[in-house]
């Protein structure tokens, strides 16, 4: 319930001092995707990054990211963040079984890990994800780019992404035989 009495919507989200307070005190999950273009025989040729401004202002390339909700799949928080984030054509194509390439984890205190998130201790899990239609930035990402695999896993991209997400973006390529 809410405070005026009605019955939340979505009782899988949290309120912005709900989150806060669960930030301060657990390890919160999320999916990332790597949105690929894929050729005939299924490899890579093109990576999607986003871009977007940080929390601090700086614009930022990074991935399709966002938090699985409570009683959601991994799956559906996949497919979720895909629609938000690339708009309702991109048509992804989700693996049959949803299993991540890498997991990545995020912590406010920088050393810990390569990964930092100055708000809160996070467990990332990272999918490569084929699509196949038309991507328009939707949320708050400002444009789609299409990159090679050769630009998408250079050093200047790598430096373009904010708390190791560079890393991440090479790890996740690797895992689909694009880099050694």
Avoid: K
């Amino acid at each position: 319930m809410s405070s005026t009495g009605t019955s939340d919507p979505n009782p899988g989200w949290l309120s912005e001092d709900e989150l806060a307070n669960a930030r301060r005190r657990l390890p919160i999950i999320y999916v990332e995707a790597v949105p690929v273009r894929t050729d005939g025989m299924g490899l890579v040729n093109e990576v999607g990054l986003l871009l977007r401004a940080s929390l601090e202002g700086e614009i930022v390339r990074t991935l399709v990211s966002g938090r699985v909700r409570y009683g959601e799949t991994i799956r559906e928080a996949l497919f979720r963040h895909l629609e938000n984030d690339l708009g309702p054509m991109a048509f992804p194509q989700l693996p049959a079984s949803p299993v991540p390439v890498t997991v990545a984890e995020y912590f406010p205190i920088p050393g810990i890990s390569p990964f930092t998130d100055d708000r809160q201790h996070a467990v990332s899990l990272v999918f490569v994800v084929p699509v196949t239609g038309t991507c328009e930035p939707r949320q708050d990402a400002l444009e789609v780019s299409w990159f090679s695999v050769e630009q998408a896993s250079s050093e200047e991209i790598g430096l373009e992404m904010e708390g190791g997400r560079g890393a991440i973006l090479r790890a996740a390529l690797a895992s689909v035989g694009q880099l050694r």
